[in-house]
């Protein structure tokens, strides 16, 4: 295999903060603050800082104003957040968000459960939220769920995923990023998925976000960057899963990326050791050791 199948860069989506945070443990706001600011100055581009979703469906967020406001910003850092509906995004544009992100499903059943409308009303919902993101010049991104599998409704078609992908896209989300949520996916599929997607989407509007409940995160991300897929969402110390599908685990942690890319010679622009450290500080507040091979085996590299 030669190198030349790969992106020679790659923009790597810090989603620990949010997609990670909120489902864990609650922590302290102050906490929050500190790992987004780790963060910032370990050379990652993008961290997802919070998520304006109602605090009655996602408490561990409902301090994301807070966060928003109190975290040191760093110039080249883009601080982005969840935003459903237009009023979490009139709060997200009070908090000085400089990107904002919506998020539907591939299957009718997940998107039921997940944000009680059929997916044809969440786009519908999503308009008047993407236009006020454009009035206030705050780039949209789209997360699909459910792209490889559904809890509910079992395997999902390439096609499906397409076409929902496509309508993203159109209703002006300049990136959509591809989420296998229950993390049951391998190579093979994404494989297949990809080669749909791609055939409607240019690579750079494309993101994947592969959550590790099976272990095979890694091995999709690396299929993707062999398809020349360049955007990457992971999440410090493997922190998260997802509070509505049942069992499912971490996103692939951002040093596992991190180590990986620096192997097949693919420039991130971030520093694994200060990611990693950001990563223990934020699991000694949770009790818990990261899910990452890669930062269990640098801290006893280490000898920390
Ligand atoms: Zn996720």
Redesign the pocket.
Known sequence: MTKALFPSSINIVE?GPR?GLQNEAPVPTQAKIELINQLSLSGLTHIEAGSFVSPKWVPQMADSQQVLTQITRHVDVCYSALTPNVQGLELALQSNVDQVAIFTSVSESFCQHNINCSIEDSLERFSPVIKLAKQNGRPIRG?L?CVLDCPYEGETSPQRVKEVTKRLLDLGCYQVSL?D?VGTGTPLRVESMLKEVLSIAQPEQIAV???NTWGQALANVYQALRMGIHTV?S?VAGL???PYANG?SG?VATEEILYLCQGLGIETGADLERVARAGWQICRQLNKSPTSNVSIALQSQLKL
């Open positions: 989603v997609d997360y769920s989420g949520t976000h592969f959550h969402d999440s998260g899963g997802c499912a996103n």
